[in-house]
């Protein structure tokens, strides 16, 4: 199973479940939209769109970058995280570039996979788990996420609710229509976007 089919299936499992679920009210990421609203400067978006595209690389279909995921997580940070959470997240880009040694537009394609999935491992193991807590009767909640947690779940709230993503990557179908409940699924084919 390819990556890109896996994070659908993930999508589409979860129902896009996220930090900062209000903002979905907020709507689509719409392209163009200007970055004069945003707290992140032209240099930063350049930074999340390039994260994004590791993530969500173009393939036989469009990609990250093409979406236009790294304004859209600009904005989204800006108008809704909290300030703690916009604190960890701007914390987080610092220390993914820091560790990047030289910056992480200056690695290879293959130096950003391996450091994002080093990352993506350390968001593992620094996630609680909510069994456990549950158990011990602590509130999972107060913990902030891992940054790489926050980054990962705006990259695919990004793209897979844009034009792009829902689009030419998931079957659309304009709403309103008729509701079929009992569509045959064939393997192999995209999940749906509405």
């Not at 993503?165 to 192999?188: H, I, M, N, W």
Request: with cysteine; glycine share 8%; net charge neutral.
């Amino acid at each position: 199973m390819q990556r890109r089919e896996l994070l659908k299936m993930i999508t589409a499992a979860t129902g896009m479940a996220m930090i900062g679920l209000p903002s979905v009210v907020f709507g689509q990421a719409q392209l163009p939209v200007p970055p004069a609203n945003n707290a992140f400067s032209k240099t930063q978006v350049a930074l999340l769109d390039e994260i994004a595209e590791t993530i969500l690389p173009r393939t036989d279909t469009p990609g990250a970058k093409d979406a236009g995921v790294g304004l859209f997580m600009a904005r989204f940070v800006t108008d809704c995280y909290d300030p703690q959470q916009q604190a960890v997240f701007r914390a987080g880009l610092a220390d993914l570039d820091k560790r990047a040694k030289g910056g992480f537009l200056a690695l290879k394609p293959a130096q950003r996979a391996e450091l994002l999935d080093k990352l993506a491992a350390e968001a593992r193991a620094a996630s609680p788990d909510p069994k456990k807590a549950d158990d011990e009767g602590a509130d999972s909640s107060a913990i902030p996420p891992h940054y790489f947690t926050m980054i990962k779940q705006l990259v695919l709230f990004g793209f897979f609710t844009s034009e792009v993503g829902a689009t030419k990557v998931l079957r659309y179908v304009p709403v309103p229509g008729r509701f079929d409940g009992d569509l045959p699924y064939e393997p192999g084919t995209p999940a749906w976007a509405t």
